[in-house]
């Protein structure tokens, strides 16, 4: 749960432009979204974002593209990379 001001991506059209846009640039396998994402819900990590469209999209695209199967870490190298830094940051998501 975020503690400041979100907006829902079905409340803004910058917002819904934004994931929408940023979402293309994943690879195939990473661009099912998390259901709380996908509702455009206050709690997800991406609607903390939101209230600067610009920087939510600059920010999610370059995870995006640093996921680009053209580099040479695979899905399971991310994820391991992603857990790793989740452990130590003691972050939940």
């Given at each position: 749960?975020?503690?400041?001001?979100?907006?829902?991506?079905?409340?803004?059209?910058?917002?819904?432009?934004?994931?929408?846009?940023?979402?293309?640039?994943?690879?195939?396998?990473?661009r099912t979204p998390a259901p709380a994402v996908d509702?455009?819900e206050a709690e997800s990590i991406t609607a903390s974002?939101?209230?600067?469209?610009?920087?939510?999209?600059?920010?999610?695209?370059?995870?995006?593209?640093?996921?680009?199967?053209?580099?040479?870490?695979?899905?399971?190298q991310h994820e391991m990379i992603a857990t790793v830094?989740?452990?130590?940051?003691?972050?939940?998501?």
């Amino acid at each position: 749960m975020t503690w400041i001001k979100t907006i829902r991506m079905d409340e803004d059209e910058r917002v819904k432009k934004a994931i929408e846009d940023e979402r293309k640039l994943y690879p195939v396998e990473y661009r099912t979204p998390a259901p709380a994402v996908d509702r455009g819900e206050a709690e997800s990590i991406t609607a903390s974002h939101s209230l600067i469209p610009d920087a939510l999209y600059h920010s999610f695209s370059a995870f995006g593209t640093m996921l680009s199967p053209d580099l040479p870490l695979k899905r399971h190298q991310h994820e391991m990379i992603a857990t790793v830094v989740s452990v130590t940051n003691r972050c939940h998501y």
